[in-house]
């Protein structure tokens, strides 16, 4: 996708992969662009590895726009004069290997100043927005999905198409059955980089859904776990498998499948494992060295459940974790 389009709506490519900062060898500039070394033998080293502490201070631009903005903090070291990730990938890119992140995004920070206008933005009252498209998985005349009109002015797909046109969906298949399509949202800039994916909330609305049969979890409306044995979510179901997602603000944690058996499925949740795996989501303080969290967790479960006559409805459950508390309301 691109937030850049020509007059007719198509869009124009282009930009980099990675990072934008005169570090990474970009061509364009960023408001704030930081780049600190710092000798390894300044590290502090124990049976766990190496340990680096830094800290930095900038000037924010007079001219900054107002908006609600990210800082990406990129992590690497020099060896033969030549730059690299911690994944041995070129420094600054994007990343492949998303189980030992290289790179780390902030949660959301609102920036007021004067817009182009001269008019003063307080941050906090604009809306935040993602661009959304629906069916997007049904490759009608080679499009990728349809944009809603209100979005069409401010970006666009990149299908290759040259020729716009409507999108056709056929009503009925080769064998002359009514073909079904789910109009579920599809999100184009949650596709980019898993690491700096937005956390969604929205609703979904499904005609004929069941009010009385939908996947249910085993927890209470608020309980406490311990931070070292972590939680264990168990679930009822009538679908075949459980997608879930684990996000926190900043960082997508997890996301994957769950077997179900005899209409039952499991999970563990580890905060230790996600310490590993996510560094910001921090189990321990620091000053006091006693275990100790405080990040806000979204854990949400969807399902496909089937009613007794066999038909289909979709289904979700989730909890909120806030530190070693969490809240589920069924």
Known sequence: MCTLITPTGIAIEGGNSGTISKHSGSHHKNLIDQFITIPFANGHQDSNGTTVNFSTQFTIPAYIPPGIYRLRFDFGVICNKRRWSLNKEGFANRQRDLNMPSALYSPFLLCSNNNIQGKFVDAATIAPKTYWILLGQYNSNGYQGVIADEDKRNFALSSRNIIPDEIILPMYNTSGNIISYNLEPSFPTNTIDKLRNIPLDY????????????????????????????????????????????????????????????????????????????????????????????????????????????????????????????????
């Open 203 to 330: 609703t979904t609305v499904e005609k004929n859904r069941p009010t009385n049969s939908a996947v249910k979890l085993s927890l209470k409306n608020q309980q406490t776990f311990s931070i070292v044995d972590g939680l264990l979510i168990e679930g009822t179901t009538t679908a075949e498998l459980v997608y879930y997602t684990i996000i926190m603000p900043g960082a997508v944690i997890e996301q994957g499948t769950l077997s179900v058996v005899n209409g039952r499925f499991f999970y563990r949740f580890d905060p230790a494992l996600v310490n590993q795996r996510i560094p910001i989501y921090d189990i321990e303080n620091r000053r006091t060295a006693h275990k100790d969290m405080k990040r806000i967790i979204h854990f949400t479960f969807f399902t496909a459940e089937k009613t007794a006559d066999g038909s289909q409805f979709h289904s979700y459950a989730r909890v909120i974790m806030r530190g070693n508390t969490a809240i589920y309301a069924p």
